[in-house]
């Protein structure tokens, strides 16, 4: 284990035994929030510069970035399709088999092996009537017997083939930007780095992709530890050693962060990385 993951464990022991030392006690200073729209569904969390002392408290941990680059470069490739796009040049055109479409060739003759139900016979069966006076007579009835037959049906079922239907292909050559490498880096400090900048840049190379995420680490009363990617404003006021309360029962995804007499300094969206 090296010294970092020896001070976090040693950072979330003592927040487990403050909060455990304190359960109960709240801090009615927070205001909830509206959740933004059209983002992931996370518990929404409340953030002091003073601890609070709350079971459902984690401690910041850890405060980094990450960002992501790309270059690409402007080429003259090679395509094929059934249609010519805009502003390629032409080559060459072939017929070729573009698909097969079933068509009728004609009908034949199925015979299924099928089981029903025929009259055989009759039987006879009695029952007893009263005649109104406690005088019982026999009646007679009759009712049908049915035996299972087997029976060929013919029917008529259509039979299809596969004809190859022929189109034009088109063959050309086209320039475009092509992606040709993806850089990452990350780092811990408060200045986010991209590995490339337009002085690497080669001919008919440009920038592409230029993203970072900003993210913090947070450590629970257990231990366990969660990467969570915030927007900037707020990754730049959070520092290690910060409580964040999460409330359990809301399933909205705002992080409202707020000075030491509760005015709130920002919001921003929360999402588990």
Request: hydrophobic share 35%.
């Amino acid at each position: 284990m090296n010294m970092k993951s020896v001070m976090i464990a040693a950072v979330c022991l003592v927040l487990a035994l403050t909060i455990a030392g304190t359960a109960g006690q709240r801090d009615g200073s927070f205001v909830q929030k509206n959740p933004v729209e059209g983002t992931k569904s996370f518990p929404a969390l409340f953030w002091t510069k003073e601890p609070s002392l709350c079971p459902e408290d984690v401690m910041v941990v850890d405060i980094s970035w990450v960002t992501s680059i790309g270059i690409q470069k402007y080429r003259t490739v090679s395509g094929e399709g059934w249609s010519l796009p805009a502003g390629a040049e032409l080559t060459e055109t072939k017929t070729e088999l573009h698909h097969y479409e079933s068509v009728l060739d004609h009908y034949e003759e199925k015979e299924t092996q099928r089981v029903r139900q025929v009259l055989d016979h009759y039987e006879t069966y009695m029952t007893y009537e009263d005649a109104g006076n406690g005088v019982f007579s026999e009646v007679e009835h009759q009712r049908p017997v049915y035996r299972s037959e087997n029976y060929t049906e013919t029917e008529q079922v259509p039979v299809y083939i596969q004809v190859p239907r022929y189109a034009t292909k088109y063959y050309y050559t086209e320039s475009e930007w092509v992606l040709v490498a993806m850089y990452d880096f990350s780092g811990k400090d408060r200045t986010p780095v991209w590995l490339k900048s337009e002085t690497d840049l080669g001919e008919d190379e440009r920038l592409c992709g230029k993203q970072v995420e900003y993210q913090i680490t947070v450590c629970d009363p257990e231990g366990n530890q969660t990467v969570y990617l915030v927007d900037e404003t707020a990754w730049r006021i959070l520092e290690n050693g910060d409580i964040l309360r999460i409330n359990p029962n809301d399933d909205r995804n705002t992080v409202t962060v707020m000075d030491a007499n509760g005015n709130v300094i920002t919001e921003t969206a929360l999402f588990q990385n």
